[in-house]
């Protein structure tokens, strides 16, 4: 796994590296009963970042856990409800992020990628993009159930995902998904990939969408970036005190992360956080015509990454 810091990654020991506005979340602020003896329990997540917001103007949230990437620990993003018609994706996360303090690694968790989706219960955002065909790498113009917008990076979401991810530069990212139950081994890191299937107890499979996956987010930062980006596909109806408990714990184990303390030093003043559209959307070089062979038409049933 690598765990060097790169002079081409920000520093992230404070807001103004990310550029986006952040709250620091005060140590003991979940409080014990009162009159209870016991000390005020620390929560897990130290800052609280917000990447930009939804077509329909709802936020989206990182929390950032663990320890720091400079203490030589591997940094993680864990993303769930990319797809407003998988909730069950974001359960284990919230436990994670409402659990105990950590350390082990530097850990960012992303519960809710398309609030707009989840809030209608729909794949797509609120403009009818499905945000996993809409970054820009291998993109093509797909319709239907597919619809992969005007342009590669068109939609506010995905462009405020990139510039995260592009700050952050981590090592791994765990991208959840539903139904299709299994971990896709045939990836960039085939090694990792099968050891995430096992330690999550998932089959190994190959979500290929049927030819070439044309603009989906793992595709785009294992093309861009050294780290590796992996999809996880929970089954149609998990558990939800399953996904809270067991499927967490072994979220974690995954990682390298493992419960304790790390005492943070205080966090400097928030930055202004960026208009979500002055990025320019990304030129679509990187997209190439497909050819008949990657034809979105393939096979159903690996086509819902």
């Given at each position: 796994m690598a765990?060097?810091?790169?002079?081409?990654?920000?520093?992230?020991?404070?807001v103004s590296a990310l550029g986006l506005l952040s709250t620091v979340v005060p140590l003991g602020a979940h409080l014990a009963p009162l009159g209870a003896a016991a000390a005020p329990r620390k929560p897990a997540v130290v800052q609280t970042v917000k990447l930009g917001e939804s077509v329909r103007g709802r936020p989206i949230y990182a929390y950032r856990l663990g320890e720091p990437a400079d203490n030589g620990v591997p940094t993680v993003v864990l993303i769930g409800a990319m797809h407003g018609n998988e909730p069950r994706t974001r359960p284990a996360l919230w436990s994670i992020k409402d659990g105990d303090p950590l350390v082990g690694a530097e850990v960012w968790v992303i519960p809710t990628y398309n609030p707009d989706g989840i809030a209608a219960g729909t794949r797509k955002n609120a403009r009818g993009v499905d945000l996993n065909r809409n970054f820009p790498?291998?993109?093509?113009?797909?319709?239907?159930?597919?619809?992969?917008g005007p342009r590669p990076g068109s939609e506010p979401e995905t462009r405020a995902v990139m510039r995260f991810l592009r700050r952050v530069q981590p090592d791994r990212i765990l991208s959840f998904?539903?139904?299709?139950?299994?971990?896709?081994?045939?990836?960039?890191d085939r090694a990792y990939a099968e050891r995430v299937a096992r330690i999550l107890r998932l089959p190994r499979k190959t979500f290929d969408c049927g030819g070439v996956c044309h603009g989906t987010m793992t595709g785009w930062f294992n093309h861009r970036f050294a780290g590796s980006a992996l999809t996880v596909e929970l089954g149609p109806r998990p558990g939800r005190r399953y996904l809270r408990t067991t499927f967490a714990r072994r979220i974690l184990k995954v990682i390298g992360a493992e419960p304790?303390?790390?005492?943070?030093?205080?966090?400097?003043?928030p930055t202004p956080e960026p208009t979500p559209t002055d990025e320019p959307t990304p030129?679509?070089?990187?997209?190439?015509?497909?050819?008949?062979?990657e034809s979105p038409s393939g096979s159903?049933?690996?086509?819902?990454?």
């Open positions: 765990t060097g810091r790169g002079t081409g990654r920000a520093a992230l020991a404070g790498y291998r993109w093509a113009d797909l319709d239907g159930n597919y619809e992969s998904h539903q139904p299709l139950h299994g971990v896709d081994t045939d990836t960039k304790g303390d790390y005492a943070w030093g205080p966090m400097p003043t030129a679509p070089s990187e997209s190439p015509t497909p050819t008949p062979s159903p049933t690996l086509s819902s990454r």
